[in-house]
C-alpha cells in the first residue's frame, strides 16, 4: 500500500544509503510516484501497449480516439467489447497492426484468466505475475514491471532495463556510461524493499538539467 508515510520511510532509507542519495532526495523533495490502485491489470497493459514506443502526447491522442470508440472516456471498454470492434477501426485510432492484435490477445487473455483481475493480482507476487504475463504477445518484462509499480502500487520493483532509470544512476554517481542490467540490479541491492522509489528517483535525476554528484 502506497501512503505519504510510507514514502517518508522509504526517502529515509535511501537517503542512508549514501551522500550521493541524500542529496538526491533533498532536491527533488517527497516522491511524487502515484499508482492508479483502482485500475484493473487488464487495462493497464491495453495502455502499456497503446505506449509503446511512441511520445505521451502521441499516446494520450491514440488512447482518445480508441476510448471515443466506445463512446465515452471514464469507462474502460471491456474486453468482450475490444473483440467486437473490427480490426480496421483499432487500427484507425492509430494502432499499428501489431498493436491491434497485441490488444487483442490481452482482452482474449483477460477473458481466459490469464491476465488476473485486481482482487486476484494482489495476492500474486511480483515473479509469479511477470512470468505470467510476459507469455502475452507484445508484453515484456518492463511492461508488467510497469503495470506492478504504477497500477498495483508495488513498492520493490527495479526496472534495469529502463534506460531512464539506468541513465539516472549513472548520472547520480557520475559514471562515464551506463550500467549494464545486471550491475544495476547488484547496485540496487541497498535500495531494497524501496526499489521502486528509488527507480522513480533516478528517473528525477533526467529532469534536472546540471546534476553533479555529491
Known amino acids: 500500500m502506497t501512503t505519504p508515510a510510507v514514502y517518508r520511510k522509504a526517502q529515509r532509507h535511501l537517503a ?7 542529496l538526491l532526495i533533498k532536491r ?28 505521451g502526447k502521441a499516446a494520450a491522442a491514440i488512447l482518445a480516439r480508441f476510448l471515443a ?17 473490427p480490426f480496421d477501426d483499432l487500427r484507425g485510432c492509430g494502432f ?12 482474449h487473455a483477460a477473458l481466459d484468466g490469464v491476465v488476473p483481475s485486481r482482487a486476484e493480482a494482489e495476492g500474486l507476487a511480483d515473479d509469479e505475475l511477470i512470468a505470467r504475463l510476459v507469455s502475452l504477445r507484445g508484453i515484456g518484462r518492463w511492461t508488467v514491471e510497469m503495470l506492478l509499480m504504477f497500477s498495483l502500487g508495488r513498492l520493490d520493483i527495479l526496472p534495469v532495463d529502463d ?6 544512476y549513472r548520472r547520480l554517481k557520475g559514471l562515464a556510461e551506463q550500467p549494464k542490467p ?6 540496487g541491492l541497498p535500495w531494497h524493499p524501496y526499489r521502486s522509489i528509488a527507480a522513480w528517483y533516478l528517473w528525477r535525476v533526467n529532469e534536472l538539467a546540471e546534476y553533479k554528484p555529491a
Open 28 to 55: 527533488v523533495g517527497p516522491c511524487g510516484l502515484n499508482p492508479q490502485e483502482q485500475r484493473e491489470p487488464y487495462e493497464a497493459l491495453v495502455r502499456a501497449v497503446a505506449s509503446q514506443q511512441i511520445h
Open 16 to 22: 542512508q544509503v549514501d551522500e550521493d542519495w541524500a
Open 182 to 187: 545486471k550491475a544495476l540490479a547488484t547496485a
Open 96 to 107: 499499428s497492426a501489431r498493436k491491434v492484435e497485441s490488444i487483442q490477445g490481452i482482452a
Open 163 to 168: 534506460f531512464g532509470v539506468r541513465e539516472g
Open 69 to 85: 470508440l466506445y463512446g465515452t472516456r471514464a469507462t474502460f471498454p471491456s474486453p468482450k467489447k475490444i473483440l467486437a470492434t
